[in-house]
């Protein structure tokens, strides 16, 4: 409850890291002058194209994050990224696996299940929609 990640400049491509000094109060955050710019990484690994993240959520150990977004060269899909420190920015590197599990959905935020087996997202014209994961988490 001491480290907070948010979504947001007015773009919506950057995450933020903050700190908070009363865990779980967001009324005492403090930026680290810590963020990252993953929509960059989406796709092939380049920082090329332009495009927007749209929300992101950590795996249940924190040490995934799971970002969806799009670039000009692509529709939606969701993308994953190692972090060094748990539910934090830091270290953060693209794992190389970017996912559209619906061709005909447009993921403004996503999360996962407590165990892992399926993914929800919300899609603003469609609304929430689930998908089962085929392999373990």
Avoid at 18 to 35: E, G, H, I, R
Avoid at 62 to 85: D, E, N, Q
Wanted: with cysteine; glycine share 10%.
């Amino acid at each position: 409850g001491t480290k907070m990640v948010v979504l947001g400049d007015s773009t919506f491509d950057i995450l933020y890291q903050y700190t908070l000094n009363t865990p779980w109060d967001v009324t005492t955050a403090v930026y680290d002058s810590v963020s990252h710019n993953p929509i960059y990484l989406f796709g092939n690994g380049t920082t090329s194209g332009s495009g927007q993240s749209y929300g992101f959520t950590y795996s249940s150990d924190g040490m995934i994050l799971l970002v969806t977004g799009l670039r000009s060269f692509w529709p939606h899909k969701v993308c994953a990224f190692a972090v060094t420190t748990p539910y934090t920015l830091a270290g953060i590197k693209y794992m190389g696996r970017c996912s559209r599990p619906s061709q005909n959905a447009t993921y403004y935020a996503v999360e996962f299940s407590a165990d892992g087996t399926r993914m929800f997202w919300l899609d603003p014209v469609t609304g929430v929609e689930t998908q089962i994961i085929a392999a373990a988490p």
